[in-house]
């Protein structure tokens, strides 16, 4: 029997509940691997998954657990792929808060962007380069991810600041 994809708002709610239960302790960083990786098999789940982990206040993706990292290597690119996507959006945003002034939203994007970052170094180094490598064309007018900037708008100041965070992935510090 086929098992039934997730719609985005059911994947959301799996990954919020659980995100929640492994922060309360009531779920093994084994378990919730597990939940994880099924979360990992569909596009609604990946989406899911990522949007309420980076952007929770859950202390998961702070402190991966290895069994939670493996399972986030064996998806490959769609895993590198979403998180370089994420770190290219809250880069963009951070400096659209930073210049309207929202000191809260502004330090969720930042917090977000320090989370991409932090599993970018993590995941498998060969997809991770191709991928960034990617985004720096784009922020250099040139490549398939040209029409991802053009979609959300993002201006020149925030290309070079996607640029930046970028580099900060292959150093050893912290942004």
């Not at 998954?49 to 986030?72: H, K, T, V, Y």
């Not at 930073?98 to 939203?105: A, F, G, H, Q, T």
């Not at 991928?131 to 720096?136: A, C, E, H």
Request: hydrophobic share 40%.
């Amino acid at each position: 029997m086929k098992k039934k994809k997730p719609s985005f708002e059911e994947a959301l709610s799996a990954a919020t509940l659980w995100c929640s239960a492994w922060d309360k302790d009531e779920l093994s960083d084994e378990v919730l691997a597990d939940r994880v990786a099924e979360l990992l098999e569909t596009k609604n789940g990946i989406r899911a998954f990522f949007a309420i982990s980076l952007s929770s206040e859950s202390a998961l993706m702070d402190r991966i657990p290895e069994s939670l990292l493996i399972q986030l290597r064996n998806a490959g690119e769609a895993v590198v792929d979403i998180t370089a996507r994420n770190l290219a959006m809250s880069t963009a945003m951070s400096l659209h808060h930073k210049k309207s002034k929202e000191s809260e939203l502004q330090s969720g994007s930042e917090r977000i962007k320090e989370r991409c970052i932090d599993l970018l170094k993590k995941l498998e180094s060969t997809l991770v380069k191709k991928r960034l490598d990617l985004l720096i064309a784009a922020t250099e007018g040139e490549g398939e991810d040209v029409q991802f900037f053009n979609r959300w708008g993002y201006d020149v100041e925030q290309r070079l600041a996607i640029a930046e965070s970028i580099y900060f992935v292959a150093e050893k510090g912290k942004a």
